[in-house]
């Protein structure tokens, strides 16, 4: 089983960065391919980005392309989602999901184990 908690959320002005980082648990993480979903007021939940288990691989959401940056750290059992230029329209829980023994995947119910999420609010 693998816990997951995200940490590095706030409030930032549009155009600042942020780095949100999923601190995970248990002897799969690094055998996970992780990623990052948000999910704003009022809409369903969506993709932001996805890395397989060796960090060798990414991918992206057209929105997010060439601001955020997916990276991991085996080591410390952790994945950060560094978010720069962000703009109002980020403004959203985000969350960090393990999906054990598969490949990167940009589909959230390919995923099976979730955090609680980190608010990021960005103002305008």
């Known amino acids: 089983q693998v816990q997951l908690v995200e940490t590095g959320g706030g409030l930032v002005q549009g155009g600042g960065s942020l780095r949100l980082s999923c601190a995970g648990s248990?002897?799969?993480?690094?055998?996970?391919?992780m990623g990052w979903f948000r999910q704003a007021p009022g809409k369903e939940r969506e993709f932001v980005a996805t890395?397989?288990?060796?960090?060798?691989?990414?991918r992206y959401a057209d929105s997010v392309k060439g601001r955020f940056t997916i990276s991991r750290d085996n080591a410390k059992n952790t994945v950060h989602l560094q978010m720069n230029s962000l703009k109002s329209e980020d403004t959203a829980i985000y969350f960090c999901?393990?999906?054990?023994?598969?490949?990167?995947?940009?589909?959230?119910?390919?995923?099976?184990?979730w955090g609680r999420g980190t608010q990021v609010t960005v103002s305008s």
């Open positions: 999901a393990a999906r054990v023994g598969g490949d990167l995947d940009h589909r959230a119910y390919r995923y099976d184990y």
């Open positions: 890395i397989n288990w060796s960090g060798s691989n990414t």
């Open positions: 248990g002897r799969t993480f690094s055998m996970s391919a």
